[in-house]
């Protein structure tokens, strides 16, 4: 699980993420408290937690869909919780996010879904430019190239995930997130979906910020990852590391019999690749 910075030069080394003391509280309900975590620059950091931990949460946080209570969140050098609204729009045209499902819009088809964040933050492009980029990040998604007139309706989940994807590469981001990608897929469809994302991160010189419960994505692309519980992030580092802290959440997810099993798959396919 070594990290790979060869395709992250222009990302320089400057943390893409910093989020110091966040609290999160729905009423009297509290979803994070003094949480810190820094992501580091061209890394696909894996985040984990139980039902109820706040991962999603936490994203939402670090892109300025939730104000935290207390806090600092910075998102490549610009800060997020006190920016300016026009401060705040020129760093979101930086980063890419891909919401659980996909999150697309029913009505407009594959390739006008892609063309949304095109038209928000560049409308002097003229029509056939934006549709030829979009057409390009559609391919670049993996999906075949008649997906693009296709509405929602008539794709099926792993499509709509890519297709989700497509939409957040719009933009050329230096910084991307997904949330929950693998989730409802097969195995393979999983798998594939596992090695696009490290092959988009290294190709294109992405921070990718992952959420997951899928032992397999962890094992396998996540440089580190980083552990939600008791309201903060109580360890980030390699799954090694992790196990060392002999925190009971910890050992209990990855050396259930899950992680277990994902990790065995881990090391006959890296014993494969080098044997």
Not at 44 to 50: A, E, R, T
Not at 186 to 214: M, Q, Y
Not at 227 to 234: D, F, G, S
Not at 239 to 267: K, M, Q, S, V
């Given at each position: 699980?070594?990290?790979?910075?060869?395709?992250?030069?222009?990302?320089?080394?400057e943390p893409p993420v910093k989020v110091h003391g966040l609290a999160n509280r729905f009423g009297d309900f509290?979803?994070?408290?003094?949480?810190?975590?820094?992501?580091?620059?061209?890394?696909?950091?894996?985040?984990?937690?139980?039902?109820?931990?706040?991962?999603?949460?936490?994203?939402?946080?670090?892109?300025?869909?939730?104000?935290?209570?207390?806090?600092?969140?910075?998102?490549?050098?610009?800060?997020?919780?006190?920016?300016?609204?026009?401060?705040?729009?020129?760093?979101?045209?930086?980063?890419?996010?891909?919401?659980?499902?996909?999150?697309?819009?029913s009505t407009l088809t594959v390739g006008e879904n892609v063309e949304v964040p095109l038209r928000q933050f560049?409308?002097?492009?003229?029509?056939?430019?934006?549709?030829?980029?979009?057409?390009?990040?559609?391919?670049?998604?993996?999906?075949?190239?008649?997906?693009?007139?296709?509405?929602?309706?008539?794709?099926?989940?792993?499509?709509?995930?890519?297709?989700?994807?497509?939409?957040?590469?719009?933009?050329?981001?230096?910084?991307?997130?997904?949330?929950?990608?693998?989730?409802?897929?097969?195995?393979?469809?999983?798998?594939?979906?596992?090695?696009?994302?490290?092959?988009?991160?290294?190709?294109?010189?992405?921070?990718?910020?992952?959420?997951?419960?899928?032992?397999?994505?962890?094992?396998?692309?996540?440089?580190?990852?980083?552990?939600?519980?008791?309201?903060?992030?109580?360890?980030?580092?390699?799954?090694?590391?992790?196990?060392?802290?002999?925190?009971?959440?910890?050992?209990?997810?990855?050396?259930?019999?899950?992680?277990?099993?994902?990790?065995?798959?881990?090391?006959?396919?890296?014993?494969?690749?080098?044997?």
């Amino acid at each position: 699980m070594a990290q790979d910075n060869t395709h992250i030069a222009h990302l320089g080394t400057e943390p893409p993420v910093k989020v110091h003391g966040l609290a999160n509280r729905f009423g009297d309900f509290t979803v994070h408290e003094n949480l810190d975590l820094i992501v580091e620059p061209g890394e696909i950091l894996g985040v984990v937690g139980g039902s109820g931990s706040g991962k999603s949460v936490l994203m939402r946080s670090i892109i300025g869909l939730q104000i935290p209570a207390e806090g600092s969140v910075e998102v490549l050098g610009h800060s997020i919780t006190d920016a300016e609204p026009d401060e705040e729009l020129g760093v979101r045209s930086r980063w890419g996010v891909m919401f659980q499902g996909g999150a697309l819009f029913s009505t407009l088809t594959v390739g006008e879904n892609v063309e949304v964040p095109l038209r928000q933050f560049y409308p002097e492009i003229d029509d056939e430019l934006r549709k030829e980029i979009a057409r390009y990040k559609v391919l670049l998604s993996g999906l075949p190239e008649d997906a693009i007139a296709k509405f929602p309706s008539e794709l099926s989940g792993g499509m709509k995930k890519r297709a989700g994807l497509a939409r957040a590469l719009a933009l050329d981001p230096e910084l991307l997130f997904l949330d929950e990608p693998t989730a409802g897929l097969d195995p393979i469809g999983a798998s594939k979906f596992d090695r696009l994302t490290k092959n988009l991160k290294e190709t294109l010189g992405l921070t990718v910020f992952l959420i997951t419960h899928d032992l397999d994505t962890l094992f396998e692309i996540c440089d580190r990852v980083a552990v939600l519980a008791e309201k903060r992030v109580i360890a980030v580092g390699t799954i090694p590391e992790l196990l060392e802290t002999g925190h009971p959440w910890i050992e209990e997810y990855f050396n259930g019999p899950r992680g277990r099993a994902a990790r065995d798959t881990h090391e006959r396919d890296r014993s494969g690749e080098t044997g």
